[in-house]
């Protein structure tokens, strides 16, 4: 599976965006999704993650972020809002059948994109 990361750029704190993770073709429910960031001299770190039986989020984004998915499209999505620079980071997507009790750790999936950086100034 082959995953296009899409959807950063430049915002201003308060903004809201919306991340698109395409695959390259239908992943079954079975697969876990899942968002990381990383930023300059910070090791990646898990933002939200989605599998058939719920979806999962970091402390620092729950409430201001949502995942989901549109199978139709082959998408995933992340939705961003109230962003702070403390959200600026190049984020990849990522897909796996690791153990979904895992979602968090970055070993647990297959798959990653490329990434796309999100930049939020103050």
């Known amino acids: 599976v082959q995953l296009q990361a899409s959807g950063g750029g430049l915002v201003q704190a308060g903004d809201s965006l919306t991340l698109s993770c395409t695959t390259s073709?239908?992943?079954?429910?079975?697969?876990?999704m899942g968002w990381f960031r990383q930023a300059p001299g910070k090791e990646r770190e898990f933002v939200a993650a989605?599998?058939?039986?719920?979806?999962y989020y970091a402390d620092s984004v729950e409430g201001r972020f949502t995942i989901s998915r549109d199978n139709a499209k082959n998408t995933m999505y992340l939705q961003m809002n109230s962003l702070g620079p403390e959200d600026t980071a190049v984020y990849y997507c990522?897909?796996?059948?690791?153990?979904?009790?895992?979602?968090?750790?970055?070993?647990?999936?297959?798959?990653w994109g490329r990434g796309t950086q999100v930049t939020v100034s103050s």
């Open positions: 990522a897909a796996g059948l690791g153990y979904i009790r895992n979602y968090a750790r970055p070993d647990t999936y297959d798959y």
């Open positions: 073709r239908r992943t079954s429910s079975n697969y876990l």
């Open positions: 989605m599998s058939g039986s719920g979806t």
